[in-house]
């Protein structure tokens, strides 16, 4: 899942004060699940910005939460609302962000979120990221773990010098070190020769950014 | 006199002694040259810090050339932490035109310990990838495969950490580093004779020929030791060093910490431990003479 956070209120008030009719749009997918812009963080927001602006009559704050922001199917269903707004504040990731504002050709589109990562909810309010969708796996060298994305530098062949006693990670003592986790794994799964492999430089070109995938089949 | 290049050093001396110089802030290059000249003849070669700790400052290859300008051996440092595949090999290009021969590969400290916290960590290589592109280029090759015209010829050193915990990780990689090719290792700072001792041992082991240089770092108080035990990764001071540093009289700390390393040199002499040492005295470069007199070292 994609992970985010909502931006500070005043930075989205500064964005937005100065429209009447705004439109907060929500998400029903990956960020309702971390809290950042689902139902009730769209109902939140709106009664932010109506307290912040309650010396303007014209003020209008609507909210909607489509299923997904970032399926044009689905924004594409709130086209007839455009002649009656001045802007749409958006909860969705950054790609949510970019699909409502390539089908609201004509209002600004704004971000009130931040997003983050790809990752997993590992417990009650706690987000983990996963992966950098680096285009080019390495799980299956790596016991699972992650180095590119769970290792603070992305190393590729353990762990650097500055892993701190017990194995976290040199610049957050609260993470641990990936690699030491990676090695732990793999020696319970009898697999450490993988670790003693040379791992030649990753193609950072794996993803010819922007990304595009064309099928060629379904 | 002409240096001894840093290759022929490590063949043929017997107790070798490097010391880390840091570059300043800023362009001028005076104190760095009073350290060049200060310790050039003293030791085996100056190894110079690659934006250490993060902090930015004069360029690793920019003080190696002033060493070399002013008679002295350089050892460049190069971490993997600023520099993408193609800025690393046209520095290394660069430094090995000039006469930089000597290489140490670092991957480099995290972003956020330096003074650019926003900066963008690159890290697009690892160390042990660095060792293996300046073997590549070395043989006359760019990383792409790519013909030279007119190849490096380095001499490759490494790091090591045999305080970490858990070790087996690290011995995993430096076992990487050593089956990549160097010719020399340096170690984190070392204050524990056992501890490198079986590290020693175990790298012999690995029979990779290369020559090992335990790492000193003086420690000047009980705090530092203690703070060094708490936050440095890799680091560890046994108690004997703590209480002998507490009983040390206020303002003798510097003073003790040098007497503390010169010992710890002449013992790692004296029983053939390994074969040299790294001081890294950094921010105090001009008391290095004073380790090495007291070590028995300053010829
Ligand atoms: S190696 Fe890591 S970043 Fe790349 S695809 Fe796999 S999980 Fe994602
Ligand atoms: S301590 Fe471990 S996870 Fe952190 S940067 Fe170093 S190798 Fe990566």
């Not at chain 1, 500064?14 to 139902?39: D, F, K, P, Q």
């Not at chain 1, 504002?101 to 987000?127: K, Q, Y």
């Not at chain 2, 990838?129 to 001499?155: H, P, R, W, Y």
Request: charged content about 25%; hydrophobic content about 40%.
């Amino acid at each position: 899942m994609i992970v985010a956070e909502r931006k500070p209120f005043e930075e989205i008030w500064n964005m937005i004060s100065h429209y009447n009719r705004i439109l907060v749009l929500g998400c029903g997918t990956c960020v309702t699940i971390c809290w950042a812009g689902g139902e009730k963080e769209v109902g939140i927001l709106a009664s932010q910005l109506k307290i912040a602006g309650e010396k303007n009559n014209e003020l209008i704050i609507t909210e909607s939460v489509p299923e997904r922001q970032c399926e044009i199917e689905m924004i594409q269903e709130l086209k007839d609302k455009e002649g009656n707004i001045d802007a749409i504040l958006s909860m969705g990731c950054g790609a949510g962000v970019q699909t409502v504002a390539g089908i609201f050709t004509d209002i600004p589109v704004f971000p009130a979120l931040n997003t983050t990562f790809l990752g997993m909810p590992e417990a009650e309010g706690l987000w983990v990221e996963m992966c950098s969708a680096c285009g080019d796996c390495y799980l299956a060298y790596t016991g699972g773990i992650c180095p590119v994305t769970r290792c603070g530098k992305g190393l590729l062949n353990g762990p650097c010098g500055g892993t701190r006693k017990g194995g976290k990670c040199e610049i957050d003592p609260e993470k641990d070190c990936a690699w030491v986790l990676i090695y732990r794994r793999l020696e319970k799964l009898s697999m450490l020769d993988l670790m003693e492999q040379y791992r030649e430089p990753k193609n950072y070109r794996a993803v010819k950014r922007p990304g595009i995938i064309r099928a060629t089949a379904r | 006199m002409k240096p001894v290049p840093f290759r022929e050093v490590l063949e043929k001396k017997d107790f070798i002694v490097t010391v880390e110089v840091a570059p300043q802030k800023g362009t001028n290059t005076g104190k760095a040259i009073s350290h060049i000249n200060l310790l050039k003849d003293r030791v085996d070669a100056l190894n110079v810090t690659d934006n250490q700790s993060s902090v930015m400052r004069y360029p690793s290859v920019g003080m190696c050339l002033l060493i070399k300008e002013n008679g002295g051996e350089p050892v460049m440092q190069a971490t993997c932490r600023d520099k993408n595949r193609l800025a690393i090999q046209a520095d290394l290009l660069f430094a090995s035109s000039r006469g930089i021969n000597n290489v140490l590969c670092l991957t480099g400290d995290a972003i956020d310990v330096g003074d650019h916290t926003q900066a963008k960590p690159v890290f697009e290589l690892d160390s042990v990838q660095l060792i293996n592109l300046v073997n590549t280029l070395n043989s006359g090759k760019d990383m792409a495969g790519n013909e030279l015209n007119g190849k490096t010829d380095f001499c490759i050193g490494a790091s090591a950490t045999p305080s970490s915990d858990p070790v087996e990780p690290q011995l995993l990689k430096f076992r990487k580093k050593v089956h990549q090719g160097i010719s020399f290792v340096q170690t984190q700072a070392v204050y524990d004779i056992d501890e490198l001792k079986r590290f020693i041992e175990y790298a012999r082991k690995l029979d990779g020929g290369m020559k090992i240089l335990a790492g000193i770092v003086p420690v000047i108080s009980a705090r530092m030791a203690e703070y060094m035990n708490a936050n440095v990764p890799g680091i560890f001071v046994p108690d004997t060093l703590i209480t002998e540093l507490k009983n040390t009289p206020k303002g003798e700390g510097i003073k003790k910490g040098i007497e503390i390393a010169a010992r710890f040199i002449r013992q790692i002499k004296d029983e053939k431990v390994c074969d040299g040492v790294h001081i890294m005295f950094i921010g105090r470069e001009e008391r290095i003479p004073e380790i090495l007199e007291a070590s028995g070292l300053w010829a």
